[in-house]
């Protein structure tokens, strides 16, 4: 597959600045930029999915009229939170 090339973007040289700043050792611009774009995308494709989950169950609700409690949702919230940190070991 042949690659593509992002389109290049004019900044202040201040914020070029504060880029450079970041970059870890050996890392390079380009490294940078393709990784913070990749992140960006694997966040907005999670809000999309969020959103959609959302409005399925807003309008399972309002069909059925069934909900969950929210102390319910909260103790559950709260159970994966305490696995997850007694598997990390805090």
Do not use: C, W
Not at 17 to 26: I, P
Not at 65 to 81: E, H, I, M, T
């Amino acid at each position: 597959m042949k690659t593509a090339v992002i389109p290049q973007i004019r900044v202040e040289p201040e914020l070029r600045a504060d880029l450079e700043s970041v970059l870890k050792r050996g890392e390079t611009l380009t490294e940078f930029v393709e990784a913070t774009v990749r992140n960006a995308i694997a966040y907005r494709r999670m809000q999309t999915e969020f959103h959609a989950r959302a409005q399925a169950a807003s309008e399972q609700y309002h069909h059925t009229g069934v909900s969950v409690p929210v102390d319910a949702v909260l103790d559950r919230l709260q159970a994966k939170l305490d696995a997850k940190r007694k598997k990390l070991g805090r």
